[in-house]
C-alpha cells in the first residue's frame, strides 16, 4: 500500500480533516453507491474539503459499530478498505490515486454489490 493510501485511511480513522486534505487532490470526487437499499449520497461529493468531511462522517459512523473490522487491501486493481461488520462487508473504499494525492474515492454500500465479498477475500 502506498504512502498516500496510509495517510488517507489513518486521517479518516482519526478524523483528522487537515490530514485528510493534504492526502486529496483539490478537485477530488467522491462516489457512492447504496443502490436504495444503505445511506449513500445521491450526487458526487466535489472538492477536497467536501470529500473529506464526508470521509470522516463515513468512518465515525463505521466506529461506532461495536464488531466493526477493517480490512485494507487491494480491490479490482485498486487499493481499498473493506469495512466488516462481524462476518458481513458493510462498505468498500477504493481510491483512485495521481501523482501523490487521492484523486477519486468510490464508495459501495449497496449490499447486492458487497454480496460477493467474503472474510479475507482479495479483489
Do not use: H, Y
Request: glycine share 12%.
Amino acid at each position: 500500500m502506498s504512502p498516500i493510501t496510509e495517510r488517507f485511511l489513518a486521517a479518516c480513522a482519526g478524523g483528522d480533516v487537515e490530514a485528510l486534505l493534504a492526502a486529496l487532490s483539490p478537485g477530488a470526487v467522491l462516489i457512492s453507491d447504496g443502490g436504495g437499499k444503505a445511506k449513500a449520497a445521491l450526487r458526487p461529493v466535489t472538492g477536497a474539503d467536501e470529500v473529506a468531511r464526508f470521509a470522516i462522517g463515513i468512518a465515525a459512523q463505521g466506529m461506532a459499530l461495536p464488531d466493526l473490522r477493517i480490512e485494507i487491501t487491494d480491490l479490482n486493481g485498486s487499493p481499498a478498505v473493506v469495512a466488516w461488520a462481524a462476518d458481513e462487508p458493510l462498505m468498500t473504499m477504493t481510491l483512485a490515486v495521481a501523482e501523490g494525492a487521492v484523486e477519486q474515492v468510490l464508495v459501495v454500500r449497496n449490499p447486492d454489490k458487497l454480496a460477493g465479498l467474503s472474510v479475507g477475500s482479495r479483489g
